[in-house]
């Protein structure tokens, strides 16, 4: 089993900066792709941004030349540094890892999620 707990939400304004972190414990070796996504009201959820265990990015348009990810290989943590925010970014924020490159929601590991709201 693997756990993910994700931290760094918080309020900010618009155009205004966060930075999400998600630490995995667990049976850690089993990973390869790690994640973002996000869910806001009223919204289904959606691919934020994901990156393999050799760095390989993936990034949905809406935040493409915004935000970055990165990862932490040794310690299997994941990072989403998110610049030049705004309202619509305003969602709760999970952490997503799969044993393959690939995101798949009925095979990976989930978070409980971190609260991001962007303020106009």
């Known amino acids: 089993q693997v756990q993910l707990v994700e931290s760094g939400g918080g309020l900010v304004q618009a155009g205004g900066s966060l930075r999400l972190s998600c630490v995995a414990s667990?049976?850690?070796?089993?990973?390869?792709?790690m994640g973002w996504y996000r869910q806001a009201p009223g919204k289904q959820r959606e691919l934020v941004a994901t990156?393999?265990?050799?760095?390989?990015?993936n990034y949905a348009d809406s935040v493409k030349g915004r935000f970055t990810i990165s990862r932490d290989n040794t310690k299997k943590t994941v990072y989403l540094q998110m610049n030049s925010l705004k309202s619509e970014d305003t969602a709760v924020y999970y952490c997503a890892a799969d044993r393959f490159a690939t995101i798949v929601s009925g095979r990976g590991y989930w978070g409980q999620g971190t609260q991001v709201t962007v303020s106009s």
């Open positions: 990156i393999t265990n050799v760095g390989i990015t």
């Open positions: 667990g049976s850690i070796f089993s990973i390869n792709a």
